[in-house]
């Protein structure tokens, strides 16, 4: 009764097998959406692996956690086929299949002791950054004195794309941030006492993570260890990489040998964030002798309507992507243009056809609602909780954003490494009548002592926080010395020791309570504390309390997501709210030419996920905001820029709900310009 064994190039076509069965020198797949990159890599490794290769060797780079999942979904299943594994028998797993930052991560905590870093170092996410920027910020007098300082937000962005473009900071404000130009001095002091705050705590941010490994890979003894523990090094989404990540790559394989890069330039959304799709074009000649090139030209996701509409789209950028797509999935359905009146009504619209298609049996599962920020998504999500359809957000507010995940997450971090001011920080302030004089000087005892336990044995707390704050140091140095609750039972008396001071703060703890136990039972799927807040701060789950029911219980949700977390993923329908000028592209045309083309190419990326159903939504009262020499003005956004008149007519069918079909009317403008000029006195 045994299945036949499987050969996991058994569904490639020549084009893919080809890619999937190269042997020796640098590869570069370079295809449009849709065309199998994602799949022949997978593909690839299971290839790799039947023909002897250890899974332990093999380097498998992804643009995000949930990719590094699917992409190790896949491989497990066909060499499962492949291997004719019984039902319970595990395929080989990949334990190096993930993201740059967290590999880095990994490989940075390996070598820490020969780095000078603590093997303890903490990550700090993106929030924690931005925290600790604004504390030196305020260090450094620079927020009180200057008014106009930039906020902490664009201070770590511009920050960071220092760091991964590997620009000096005057090219990066000129190019990105001309309007802090004034401000170069002060930044310089700013980002001086950030990297030094940064290595008083012994922590990382995102970027250090990537400059560190890059660094490491510097050294010779540790690069020419790190090059020969991997026999194959593949990415995906290669055209949304940065510098340093390209730096890495070329130094981890200097030859190119066993290398696999796949991509598409037509699809690269990361500029913002310093990725540069040049790493791409560039990767063939910067090898000698140079790499080979191959592109897929068959498109197995969508049908020809969406293909064409898609490939009309790209077809207007004054950049050439020069790629043909080609489809045996004919179909008589176009993508559709929806015109409705507004916000609400658009929410209505969406929910509707999601239900009729389920009538239908699509499931909720096969259907993505897509828009270009989280917050674009509040009416639907209000609609569709009124409805009582399930749905998951990707891309949202993680739910390790949540105040309440971040207070338990400190003591934890607190306790792994003492000299993490932020964490530090943070718990001791849950403790009533400790202020943040109290605080700080217990931080300052605990940096200047050689033993921080005894430090902070030391520290006599004011008189009413006595009982509380003897509450948190026991757990503390329980916690310091692992006493023997294990992992995660650790974390569940955190949560233990945080309830009540939740419950003295919210007025509404019970959601909150919820997302901690779900906490400890993610902290139940990992090895360790160190390997658990390592992925956590890397690539957070998604958000729980914030879903309109609970997705571990039902089977079937929707989907909804930001176009930029959609990326590589496909559904069977996909609605994409408000393709209007101001959102997509955003900021009425205010941006430069550059990134005014990252939009039209996030457009693709968002119609490229469908596979038969694609409706653009085009709310006709979609409020923009206009900004210009007298303040803001709002204004009532067009339809995208990126579809004109003719192409509407060509590629997509064009439906207005209405039941009289007449198109709803706006305010005259002349009241919203008043509006504007009665605020602008006082801009
Ligand atoms: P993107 O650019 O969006 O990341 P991609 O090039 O990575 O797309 P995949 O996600 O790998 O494309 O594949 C798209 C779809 O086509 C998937 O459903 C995949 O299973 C299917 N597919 C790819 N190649 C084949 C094939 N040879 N035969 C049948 N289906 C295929
Ligand atoms: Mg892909």
Request: aromatic share 6%.
């Amino acid at each position: 009764a045994d299945a036949p064994l499987a050969d996991p190039l058994e569904t490639l076509n020549p084009e893919q097998r080809a890619a999937a069965c190269h042997q020796g020198g640098p590869l570069l797949v370079v295809a449009g959406a849709g065309s199998g990159k994602t799949m022949t890599l997978a593909a690839r490794v299971a290839h790799l692996v039947l023909q002897g290769a250890d899974p332990q060797r093999i380097l498998l780079l992804t643009f995000s956690r949930r990719a590094a999942l699917e992409m190790q979904r896949r491989t497990g299943h066909l060499l499962h086929r492949a291997l004719g594994l019984k039902g319970t028998q595990a395929a080989p797993a990949l334990p190096w299949a993930g993201t740059f930052h967290s590999v880095g991560a990994r490989l940075l905590r390996e070598s820490a002791e020969a780095l000078g870093l603590s093997p303890q170092f903490s990550i700090l996410d993106r929030g924690d950054a931005e925290d600790l920027m604004a504390w030196v910020r305020q260090e450094q007098g620079l927020s009180a004195t200057e008014r106009r300082f930039p906020m902490k937000g664009t201070c770590l962005s511009i920050y960071s794309r220092c760091v991964n473009s590997q620009a000096p900071l005057a090219a990066v404000l000129a190019q990105a941030f001309p309007w802090c130009a004034e401000w170069e001095d002060e930044l310089k002091r700013l980002f001086k006492a950030y990297a030094a705050a940064k290595q008083d705590q012994q922590a990382l941010d995102y970027d250090d993570l990537l400059l560190s490994w890059l660094l490491m890979l510097q050294e010779p003894t540790l690069a020419a260890a790190q090059s020969a523990r991997f026999d194959h090094v593949l990415v995906d989404e290669y055209q949304d990489t940065n510098r340093l990540q390209a730096g890495i790559l070329h130094a981890l394989k200097p030859t190119g040998e066993g290398v696999t890069v796949v991509g598409d330039d037509a699809q690269s959304i990361y500029g913002f964030r310093a990725a540069e799709v040049r790493n791409m074009l560039d990767f063939p000649a910067h090898f000698t002798p140079p790499a080979r090139v191959l592109t897929l030209e068959r498109n197995y996701r969508s049908t020809q309507p969406i293909l064409d509409a898609s490939n009309a789209v790209m077809a207007l950028a004054p950049e050439r992507f020069a790629k043909t797509l080609w489809t045996d999935k004919a179909s008589s359905a176009q993508p559709r243009l929806v015109t409705v009146e507004d916000d609400a009504a658009q929410a209505r619209w969406v929910a509707q056809q999601i239900l009729a298609r389920r009538e239908e049996g699509m499931t909720l599962k096969r259907q993505a609602v897509l828009f270009r920020t989280s917050h674009h998504s509040a009416t639907l999500e209000l609609e569709l909780t009124r409805r009582r359809i399930p749905f998951v957000k990707f891309g949202g507010l993680k739910f390790l954003e949540a105040s309440h995940v971040k207070d338990v997450l400190a003591l934890l971090r607190w306790a792994d490494n003492p000299r993490c001011r932020l964490a530090g920080l943070r718990t001791a302030l849950l403790v009533p009548g400790i202020g943040p004089a109290h605080a700080r000087r217990l931080l300052d005892a605990m940096d200047a002592a050689s033993d921080p336990a005894a430090a902070l044995r030391a520290y006599v707390p004011p008189a009413a926080a006595a009982t509380d704050w003897q509450a948190l140091a026991t757990l503390w140095l329980a916690l310091r010395q692992d006493a023997g609750t294990g992992w995660p039972g650790e974390l569940q008396r955190i949560v233990d020791w945080y309830a009540p001071h939740l419950e003295r703060l919210n007025d509404h703890p019970v959601p909150r309570l919820a997302d901690l136990a779900q906490l400890v039972a993610i902290a139940g799927s990992h090895r360790s504390r160190e390997r658990f807040l390592t992925e956590l701060a890397l690539d957070p789950p998604e958000a729980g309390s914030d879903t309109a029911s609970d997705p571990l219980l039902d089977e079937d949700y929707l989907i909804l997501s930001t176009i930029h977390s959609a990326k590589g993923q496909e559904w069977q329908a996909v609605y994409l709210l408000n393709v209007v000028d101001g959102c997509i592209p955003g900021d009425l045309g205010v941006g430069t030419p550059e990134e005014i083309e990252e939009e039209r190419r996030l457009l693709y990326v968002a119609m490229t996920r469908a596979r038969q159903h694609l409706d653009l939504m085009v709310p006709q009262r979609f409020y923009v905001t206009q900004q210009g020499r007298h303040g803001d003005r709002h204004l009532y956004g067009p339809r995208s820029r990126f579809i004109p008149d003719a192409m509407a007519a060509e590629h997509f069918e064009r439906i207005s709900p209405r039941a009289d079909g007449a198109l709803p009317t706006a305010p005259p403008a002349g009241l919203l310009d008043l509006r504007a000029r009665l605020r602008g006195q006082w801009d």
